[in-house]
Structure formats: C-alpha cells, structure tokens
C-alpha cells in the first residue's frame, strides 16, 4: 500500500506504508520485520544485522539498523544502514505525524534531509546520515555553532511555508479550527496556519483539566499565551510575513556533524553539519527558531552557563544572515542584523512556553522514563523569568537576577 506526500512545489513519488506497528516490547524482531519490508534481500544474505538503540531522544525510539555484508567497509555498510523512528505513547496529541512526513520530504528534496524510505503505523523509516551526533557541549565549540549557523541560514531560505500551509487548507474545518488547532482572540488572525502560535495554541487545549488545580493552570497558561503573542509577534524577521519554515527543536542531538571528507564538506576546513527530526518544523519567526537553539546550549540539565553571551549571539546571526541571503531570492533590509539581534533577545522566554507545555503534556501521556513535570517547571520558570525583566517586576522586588538571565546579558 502506497501512501502518497504531495508538497506544492511538486509531486514527490509515493512513498511506501507498511501496515505494521513497531513493538518495543519484541523491539529486534520487530525492527528486523519492518526493514525487510524494505530491503527483503536482507533476511537471507550472508552477514549479522546490527541494530543500536540511541539514547538521546525523550520522545521517540530511534534506531540504527545495520547489515554487516561482508566484505563492505564500516562506510559501506554506514551508506546502507537505515534509522527507524517510532513514535512516543500519544505523541500525535502535540505532533501532527502526517505533516512531519510532509516536511521530511521536502527537506529530503531540497537535499536538506535524508531520503524517507517509508512510513509504518508509528514511525518512519530513512536513511542513516553518516555522522557524530553532536553533544551540548559540541554546539558551544565555535566551528560547530558557524556550521549550525550557516546550515540554518540555508534552511530557513530554501525551504519554502507553502509547501506545508497548501496541504493544510484541506483539512480546513470551521467548527473545528485549522488542522484541530482552535485558534482563540488574536491568535486566530495569525496566517498561514499552521504556525508557531497555532501550534503552542492546540498544545494549551491539550493539557489536563481534570483538578481545579490543573484548570486554573491552563487558563493562566492560556493568558500567557495570548499576552506573548499580543507583545512578540510582527512581520520584522526574515521570511514570509515574517515567518520562515522552521525546524523548531535544534537541541544537540538533532545536529549531526559530517565527516570532513564528506561529499557535504566544503572545501576551507570548515566544519558541516545536518539536521535531523523533523516532527516539530513548522512556520516560524526566525527569533523564535534561534532563540531556541540557543536554550538548547543548555542540554536537558538547562545548564545555563552554556549559553551564549550578547557577542556570541551576534556573531552566530552573522554568518546566520551570510547564508540565509546567499541562498535566498528576496532582498534582506540592510538593518537585519540589528534588527535579529533584537528579535532574538525578545522571544528568549518563549522557548521556556513552548517546552513547559510540551512538558507538562509528556508527564501525563508519555511512557519515557524522563522526569517531565519537574521538566516542565524549569522550562516554565525561564519564561517568567523573562517576563519579570522585562516587566520589571524584578527589579522591583528586590530580588537577585537569575542565572540564566545574567548569563544572556553577558556581553
């Protein structure tokens, strides 16, 4: 059964579905069962297959599985290995999976991701990208975060929103909002949906309400919601009415970095590097997009010594914009540097939403051994911080700046 992934700019081939489920409980047999679906000639060629389960993930399962054909080198069989994502427990309440098939297969197009090579009942399955995965620590090293830079610059010039807003007015229903994203006050006039908004907008309807406790929780999340839409959201940044289409979750672990003899590797020395996971691209400020890259210096200890001081943030948006125009078609204002600069330290708080309402969502559905609600109230507590400065509130109170606000005031 064939499953097709159509994207405005084109008819992509269809894509496979194979009408099976990924079992983590039988988790080898079935990763083996489903990569023969694919590559049958593996079931009864001569050599072991490998199957290595990555760790970094607290939504999914990810896994490399690898035929060790002899006779090929390590690289060989590397080109061949194929990565099996399957999807967390109830993850499709915060993911629209049909849409991250969708955007993986634009990526893939643009050369911007690696081939899809099908789609099962709760996962995917592509091609491996022969890399080192990076670390927080990796993303702090200079040459690493220009790559990042300059890789992101690309992506958010190259990949364009139509291709996944077209595919989005079809599902469009009036007693149910866009693509079940009920849009409420002045976050319904944002466009093209989905976006950013809509999506911390379908994610605040999904959080439990079954205490008083958790009511009042959702309505004050809710008022933030409106509150930062109302105070961050203009048509300044780069992109389309201001938006670009965004990966949205660059931690570390989604940033691969090549090796520097790959096909990829520009000549120069400098460092290349790939993106990976594509469940949270959606359009975006280019703010919002980078401020949260750069949250993710921090790791999933929120470390905030990590993160990057005012200088380093404009150089990052530097090399950023050097890429962003070389491999864009539409005129970049001379004043963009400054004025991404500004736009970056005002969305600083939202990547803190964005993460405590997945967060607190995960600690309800998800089957991960990952300690979500105290995720959660980190995350949440970046963005009041943030709102405290800005208010100053703070100030007022007398108390101590936070860490992670002094360290982004650094310069």
Not at 361 to 384: K, M, P, W
Not at 391 to 400: A, L, N, T
């Amino acid at each position: 059964m064939d499953s097709p992934i159509e994207i405005s700019n084109g008819h992509l081939p269809h894509l496979q579905y194979i009408d099976l489920a990924f079992d983590n409980e039988s988790l080898d047999d079935s990763a083996r069962t489903l990569v023969y679906r694919i590559q049958p000639k593996w079931r009864d060629s001569p050599g072991n297959i490998e199957i290595v389960k990555f760790t970094d993930g607290i939504t999914n399962t990810l896994l490399k599985i690898a035929k060790h054909t002899p006779g090929l080198s390590e690289a060989e069989i590397d080109r061949d290995s194929i990565l099996l994502r399957a999807y967390g427990n109830h993850t499709e309440i915060i993911i629209d999976r049909d849409r991250e098939a969708r955007s993986h297969a634009l990526c893939a197009e643009r050369g911007l991701a690696p081939p899809l090579l099908a789609r099962f009942k709760n996962g995917l399955l592509y091609r491996f990208i022969i890399g080192q995965v990076c670390t927080p620590r990796d993303l702090i090293s200079e040459p690493i975060w220009r790559a990042v830079a300059k890789r992101l610059g690309e992506w958010h010039a190259r990949l364009p929103i139509s291709a996944v807003v077209e595919e989005e007015k079809k599902k469009k229903n009036v007693s149910n909002g866009v693509n079940g994203h009920d849009l409420s006050g002045s976050l319904a006039s944002r466009r093209p949906v989905p976006n950013i908004w809509s999506v911390m907008q379908k994610w605040v309807h999904a959080l439990p309400c079954d205490t008083p406790k958790q009511e009042t929780r959702k309505e004050l999340l809710q008022n933030e919601l409106d509150r930062s839409f109302h105070d961050l959201d203009n048509e300044r940044g780069p992109g389309s009415s201001g938006l670009v289409f965004g990966h949205c979750d660059l931690l570390s672990a989604n940033v691969i970095m090549l090796p520097t003899n790959c096909a990829s590797s520009k000549p120069g020395g400098s460092r290349q590097v790939s993106f990976i996971d594509y469940e949270y691209a959606t359009p975006c400020p280019a703010a919002f997009d980078i401020a949260n890259h750069f949250a993710e210096w921090g790791g999933y200890d929120c470390d905030y010594n990590m993160l990057p001081t005012q200088s380093m943030r404009r150089q990052f948006l530097q090399d950023y914009l050097k890429s962003y125009k070389a491999h864009s078609d539409t005129r970049v204002p001379s004043n963009m540097l400054d004025v991404l600069c500004d736009e970056v330290d005002r969305y600083r708080g939202m990547p803190g939403f964005y993460w405590g309402v997945w967060a607190l969502i995960q600690a309800t559905i998800s089957e991960i051994d990952f300690d979500y609600a105290s995720y959660a109230e980190v995350r949440l507590g970046e963005y009041y911080a943030w709102r405290a400065e800005e208010s100053g509130s703070r100030v007022q109170q007398g108390h101590e700046m936070p860490l992670r606000e002094r360290r982004w005031a650094e310069e």
